[in-house]
C-alpha cells in the first residue's frame, strides 16, 4: 500500500469545509492505494451535484441555500428602509438547521 507517500495512514476520516476539497481530498486517498471508506472515511460540505456520481458518492452536509438567500434579502431590505429593531444593531442573529446526506463514503 501506497497511502499518501509513505506507511499506512495515521487517519480514518476526512472532514472537508468544502464538497471541492473532499473531492481533491479523495482522489488524492484513492490514488495512493488507500479505499474509501473502508480506510478512510469522507465527507464535505455543500452537496454539490457531482457528489452523487463519484465511483464512491460522497456523503455531505447541505445547506438551506433557498432560504439564506431568501432571508438575506429580506434582512438587506429591511436595512435598506431603516427598519432596524433597535437603534446601534449592526448584524441580525440566525441559525438555519443543515441536512447531513449520508451516502457511501463514510
Do not use: H, W
Not at 481530498?25 to 464535505?44: C, F, Q, T
Not at 434582512?75 to 427598519?83: A, C, G, H, V, Y
Amino acid at each position: 500500500k501506497n497511502y499518501l507517500a509513505s506507511g499506512p495512514l495515521d487517519f480514518t476520516a476526512v472532514f472537508a469545509i468544502n464538497d471541492s476539497l473532499a473531492i481533491g481530498a479523495y482522489k488524492a486517498l484513492v490514488e495512493s492505494g488507500a479505499r474509501i471508506p473502508e480506510d478512510v472515511a469522507i465527507i464535505g460540505y455543500n452537496d454539490d451535484e457531482m457528489d452523487q456520481y463519484l465511483d464512491v458518492p460522497l456523503t455531505t452536509i447541505s445547506q438551506p441555500k433557498y432560504e439564506m438567500g431568501k432571508k438575506s434579502m429580506e434582512l438587506l431590505l429591511k436595512r435598506m428602509n431603516d427598519e432596524v429593531v433597535k437603534a446601534g444593531d449592526t448584524y441580525e442573529n440566525m441559525v438555519m438547521k443543515p441536512n447531513l446526506i449520508i451516502r457511501k463514503s463514510c
